[in-house]
C-alpha cells in the first residue's frame, strides 16, 4: 500500500468511527457504509464548507443571493458592472 492510499485508508476508517459512534447501533455490509454512511457524512461536511464558501463570495460581492420557499436562497454569480469609460 502506498502512504497516499494508507492516508485514504485512514481517512475513510475515521470516518466509519465518526459514524458509528454517532450511531451505536448501525450495522449494514460494505456497500452499505460506502453508499449510506460515508456519502452522508461527506454531503453534510460538504454542505458546510459550500456555505461557508457562499458566505465569503457575498462578502466579496461576487455573488447575490435570493430567497425562496422554505428559508433557502438561490445563489447567482454576480457579474462586475461595466465601466463607462467612453
Not at 40 to 63: G, P, S
Amino acid at each position: 500500500m502506498t502512504p497516499d492510499e494508507a492516508q485514504g485508508v485512514d481517512r475513510i476508517a475515521r470516518h466509519i468511527l465518526r459514524y458509528l459512534r454517532s450511531h451505536p447501533n448501525a450495522a449494514d455490509t460494505k456497500h452499505g457504509i460506502a453508499r449510506w454512511w460515508l456519502l452522508q457524512q461527506r454531503y453534510v461536511e460538504c454542505l458546510a464548507e459550500t456555505e461557508q464558501a457562499l458566505i465569503h463570495l457575498e462578502k466579496r460581492n461576487l455573488v447575490t443571493r435570493t430567497p425562496i420557499a422554505g428559508g433557502e436562497f438561490v445563489y447567482r454569480y454576480k457579474p462586475e458592472p461595466e465601466s463607462d469609460n467612453g
